[in-house]
C-alpha cells in the first residue's frame, strides 16, 4: 500500500498513537491511507473509515486493514480499541479534484460535499437567504465581511462554479495585490465547514473515540485551523479532568467525573523542513492524550 500525499506529522502522530503488533487502531479520517500504512508496518490492525465513497474505492487491501464507509463519529462500532487517530478537515485528493469543488485553484462544479451525497455548497448558497449565508461564512470562515459577501453572493445568482464565487467574494471585498492569502479562502472555509457538519462531526468524533478506547488506549488528533483545534483542545482539557476557573487568579476546578484522558505532552506543530517540504503542515497542531480506567462522559457539551 503506497500513500499517494504525504501525511502531515506522520513520525508525530505515529509516536503518539505506538502502535504495536496484534493491537487495534482505528483510523477515522482514512483519506489516502498515509498514516494506516506506518500503522500497519508497525504490525498493527488497522480498521479505517471515511465517508467519502473514492476513498473507500481507492483504498488498496491488506491482510490487517478492514475498511468502514462511514462517517467517523461511528467509529466506536469497531472498537474496543488500543488507539484512534483522526486528521481532521479537507484531505489532499478532494482539494486536488476539481470536480469535487473543494477549491479555486482550478474551475470546477460549486459542490464540496465529502460524502458526495446531501446538500451542496451551490444548492445553498442559490437557496438560503443573505443573513444564513452571512452566518455560516462568519461562524465557521471566521471571515469579518461576511455580510457583504453574502450580500454579493445573493445578487450574483445563479452562482454555480468555484471560480464565479471566488470571483464574486473577491470583488465584494478586494484582493490585496501580493496578498499572502486569497480573499475568497475564508468563504470557502466556511461553506465547506458548514456543508460537511464538520465541527458536530468532530464533536461526536472525539465522544466516539472516547468511547472505543480501552483503559491506556491512544488518541491522536491533527487539526488545521482555530476552530477544530479550539474544540480538541478543550475536549481533552474538560475530560483529563480540567476545567477553566471563574478567575484567572483561581485554579481550575477539578469537580466533575473522574477524568477519562490524560494528557500527554503539549501541543505538537510541524517543523520547518516539514512545511517546506509540505506547506499544507504550517497550519498543522497534534494533540494527544490516553485513556485511563474511568467511565466514558458522554455528550461533550459545548466545546467552542
Partial sequence: MTARHNPVLLDEVVSAVDPKPGELVIDGTYGAGGYARAVLDRGADVIGFDRDPDAIRDAETHPRLRMVHDDFSNLDEAGPADAVMLDIGVSSMQLDQAARGFSFQSD?????????????????????????????????????????????????????????????????????PGAKKDAATKTFQGLRIHINRELDELEQGLEAAERALKPGGRLAVVTFHSLEDRIVKTFLRRRSGGTPAASRHLPERSDGPPPSFEAVGKAVRAGVAECLRNPRARSATLRSARRTAAPAWGSAGDLR
Avoid: C, W
Avoid at 442559490?126 to 445578487?155: H, K
Fill in 108 to 176: 470546477g462544479p460549486l459542490d464540496m460535499r465529502m460524502a458526495q451525497a446531501g446538500e451542496s455548497a451551490a444548492d445553498f448558497v442559490n437557496t438560503a437567504e443573505e443573513a444564513a449565508i452571512a452566518d455560516v461564512i462568519y461562524r465557521y470562515g471566521e471571515e469579518p465581511q461576511s455580510r457583504r459577501i453574502a450580500r454579493a453572493i445573493v445578487a450574483g445568482r445563479p452562482v454555480e462554479t468555484t471560480l464565479q464565487l471566488a470571483t464574486i467574494v473577491r470583488k465584494a471585498i478586494g484582493q490585496k
